[in-house]
């Protein structure tokens, strides 16, 4: 081989060298699990079952379960998870901060799930005023008890608002903390059975509480393979829970700390769409609903600015 040559070789490899160092990455991130967070909810369960049931290994799908809304959005935030279960309200403020977020699928549309639990005496919303209300630190918490507010004719600074995280609605609850909750399942059953009444609940707010699972939009170019494992896992969880609803239940409540009819219950108070219901909803159905949302936020100061919630709940090609 003539000097020439070696030295053309040389410096082709050199050139080249990060090219093929990219490429190698790019391998090693497409074969690595799909990170989903999710905190405690009972219509985050098919998750976890389908993960229990085989439908989402391992090698393609990794969950991690996370005690709030809150750290899920941060983890998100911060590039440590690549999706999230989150409701649809929070995929907002996600799209607020100018990240490229996709809706996969909507998990479900609560139907009584979320509510306002207060002490026996206090009769309605409008009873309320002047009283203490535990409320997460979290839009959807405020957005519930802005909605219920609204609709009694009262306004957020009629109530004493206490900030308490959902894991911590028992306790304040049971030492006087707080007069009332806006919770939602599990605490809402723990609530209910420590006398709590219901003075308002999500059927009041139809199709304004959606929670969602939501991929970074560059995910779903880059690793196909694994969002399809998830997306599929959920239906066939769904179709698995449809077909065997006790079993489920016990397996499923046991993860919430219920007892099986306790979670089927708090499923009771969940619409599910299957695959076809999904399709709809994010072949534009959703799109109202969701105008309608990021404007009740934006009014109530629960958005800094104007949200047009189009490409997050449009269906991807």
């Known amino acids: 081989m003539g000097y ?9 490899t050199w050139l080249c060298l990060p090219w093929l160092f990219g490429m190698a990455g790019c391998s090693r991130e ?18 976890y079952l ?28 911060n590039h440590a998870i690549d999706a999230a279960a989150l409701t649809l309200d929070e995929a907002l403020l996600l799209v607020q901060d100018g ?30 005023k002047g009283k ?6 979290m839009a959807l918490g405020a957005y519930v008890l802005t909605r219920a507010l609204d609709q009694a004719g009262l306004a957020p600074r009629d109530v004493t608002i206490v900030p308490v995280a959902v894991q911590e609605h028992e306790r304040a609850y049971a030492t006087g903390e707080i007069d009332a909750a806006v919770t939602f399942e599990p605490a809402r059953t723990r609530l209910l ?7 308002f609940d999500s059927r009041r707010i139809p199709d304004e509480i959606v929670d969602v699972v939501v991929v970074r939009a560059d995910i779903l170019r880059t690793r196909s393979d694994q969002v399809k494992a998830l997306e599929d896992g959920w239906f066939r969880a769904l179709k698995y829970l449809r077909a065997n609803p006790d079993h489920t239940a016990r397996l499923m409540g046991m993860r919430e700390g219920l007892t099986g009819a306790q ?29 309608r949302l990021a404007d009740v936020m934006f009014r109530g100061k629960l958005l800094e600015r104007p949200v047009d919630p189009a490409r997050l709940v449009v269906r991807r090609p």
């Open 263 to 291: 979670f089927s219950a708090a499923l009771a108070g969940l619409v599910i769409p299957d695959r076809n219901e999904n399709d709809r909803l994010l072949s534009g159905a959703l799109l109202p609903p969701a105008r």
């Open 193 to 199: 059975a420590l006398g709590a009444r219901s003075i």
């Open 99 to 128: 990240i490229d977020v996709r809706v996969l699928f909507v998990t479900d549309i609560s139907h009584g799930a979320d509510a306002i639990l207060a002490r026996p005496g206090i009769g309605s919303v409008r009873d309320l």
């Open 30 to 47: 497409a074969s690595a699990p799909l990170q989903i967070a999710t905190n405690v909810w009972p219509g985050y369960e098919p998750l």
């Open 4 to 12: 020439t040559s070696f030295v053309r070789i040389v410096v082709c």
């Open 50 to 77: 389908a993960r229990a049931l085989g439908y989402c290994p391992e090698s393609a799908v990794r969950f991690h379960e996370m005690t709030s809304a809150a750290d899920v959005l941060k983890a998100f935030r």
């Open 132 to 137: 203490r209300v535990g409320v997460e630190s």
